[in-house]
């Protein structure tokens, strides 16, 4: 039976990458595909969901820093969307009641507003998986998306924990005096050293916390993402996530085979499930609106907005607790599930064309930004050196050590990392925050003093963006990049980026040369 779930699960996400879209696509396909053909979940599948979830959870923790969360535009815009999401999302639905479609027209208003509250948060799996997709974990519309999802996973907790009338226990007080003994668990941390106990660490501290939150009647998933904020700040935080990102994926299939194996919806209810994806669009509108008016960039607001465009599985585990409290049908639950289904699949779509669909109305976006914008997303020419490192990495920060030791003060960093950047200018490192995908960086910028830009970045995706971004500003220098493996450089090549070099040989060519200089002097 394993097997089987494993066969489906790599032949529907084969075919989804084949035409473009992410292998996540695929998994739910395959779990509807499954339900349908007879095959049910067992434990197995449910446990792999829930290890999924929790190790996401925790891998965010360890990229998050609290001083996201409290900027205006994160919660502010956050609770603002839930408030005006569901005043014309209850407003919506009436209508649809009023028409008489099936379905909505038995639906009291206080279902309807139940429904609309399980709609009206963004799926953290998606969203994050996006993210991580692209590389886009550490920009700008990233980390606020990311927060945007914190700020709501606190919301569904606080909504669970009233629902179930599970309240915390006097035991939770003592979860304070992790503050207290950091200091001995940063230690122990220390100790661990590179090899395989760090995949290991990550588990320990992961679903430990998972466990101790559950002790004390707080939810077990909460629990594993405030471990990971604890810990964000540790040097070896970037490490014990790099360990866990396989595990997570792997784990992750789980929960997207699991929404297919929810329910086996009829023809009704998937139409109605369409329906309601149908409110996807005004969820972006007021996501993209808000952040405008805080005075976010129209680029980062678009594609915050765009990636938030969904529904999320709090949303289901919200309609089971409404389901099994006889505040929702079981009917509901499945069309909950397959719009949820929808939107991933919607929102995966979608967000591949988001940059270019950007380039090409960029006049349009911008002019819904507001004249005073953010001090942080005030672009400033740099330098006039006339080299630039993108991705300040362990690779990007090698290429700019020597390439400063050659041309001492013509070279440059830029990262879309802000604390990274921080951290190399008390180093000394010539470096500056700035996303290069986005195409109003170049363009206040005098690109005419740059001759030579490498991409030091790990992810194909991002090469191809940024070079597209440079030649839609009229960039004519020169453009280096690293990949991986040769099918990567070959497309990279055909892509217009003038040299590409193979990490791994690159790496080894170095090794031999410096070390044949030692016995040579």
Known sequence: MDFIWILFAFGCGMAAKSFSLPPSIGYLFAGFLLNFLGFQADDSIVTLAKLGITLMLFTIGLKLNIKDLIKKEVWLGTLSHSILWLILGVLLLKLFAVAAISYFSDLSFYTISLIIFALSF?????????????????????????????????????FIVAATGKLPSWWALLLLSAFVIKPLINKVIDQVGHGELIPLTGFFLA????????????????????????LASHCKASEINKSLMGFKDLFLIGFFLSIGFSALPTWEMLAMASLLTLLIPLKFCLFFFLFTKLHLRGRTSYLSALALSNFSEFGLIIATLSKENGWLSNDWLVILSLAVSLSFIITNITYNFAHQFFTQHKTFINKFESKNKLSEDTFTQPCDAPIVVIGMGRVGMGAYTALNNQVSGQVWGLDADQEKIAWLNKNKVQAFCGDAENIDFWENINIDKLELILLALPKIQDIKSITLQLRHANYQGKIAAIARFDDERQKLETYGVDKVFNFYNEAGVGFADESLAMIKT
Do not use: P, W
């Not at 679903?207 to 004390?216: C, D, S």
């Open 207 to 230: 679903f430990g916390a998972y466990e101790l939150f559950e002790l004390v009647n707080i939810k077990g998933d909460l629990g594993a993402l405030l471990v990971g904020m604890y």
């Open 122 to 158: 963004s799926s953290t799996v998606c969203v994050v998986k996006l993210m991580d997709d692209h590389g886009e974990m550490r920009t700008r519309h990233g980390k606020l998306a990311i927060g945007v999802l914190v700020i709501q996973d606190i919301v569904a907790v606080i």
